[in-house]
């Protein structure tokens, strides 16, 4: 198994700043891509940003310029620096991370526990 632990999250009023982390360990594991996913009431969970072991990002339309993906390989740690937050930021962020076990080409997929992120006046 692959442990993915998140920090992070609160309460930001519009057009505030918030800082989440995330770390995958695993000792069968070679970590992959790692990203950040959310989810709002009612709504399917959904891409925000994932980023590779060779750091090439990909980001939703809806955070491009305002959000940014980061990643120390070395601690198979990432990190996500969310600026201008709008209240449709509001959801749940789900880390995620892709793991393969070692000698072998078999991938899995692993989920944080989640963290509220809350934009309101």
């Known amino acids: 198994q692959v442990q993915v632990v998140e920090s992070g999250g609160g309460l930001v009023q519009p057009g505030g700043s918030l800082r989440h982390s995330c770390a995958a360990s695993g000792s069968r594991y070679n970590i992959l891509a790692m990203g950040w996913y959310c989810q709002a009431p009612g709504e399917e969970r959904e891409l925000v940003a994932t980023?590779?072991?060779?750091?090439?990002?990909n980001y939703a339309d809806s955070v491009k310029g305002r959000f940014t993906i980061s990643r120390d390989n070395g601690k198979n740690t990432i990190y996500l620096q969310m600026n201008s937050l709008k209240p449709e930021d509001t959801a749940v962020y789900y880390c995620?991370?892709?793991?393969?076990?070692?000698?072998?080409?078999?991938?899995?997929?692993?989920w944080g526990q989640g963290t509220q992120v809350t934009v309101s006046s």
């Open positions: 995620n991370a892709v793991a393969v076990v070692v000698t072998t080409t078999m991938e899995y997929m692993f």
């Open positions: 980023i590779t072991t060779d750091g090439t990002t």
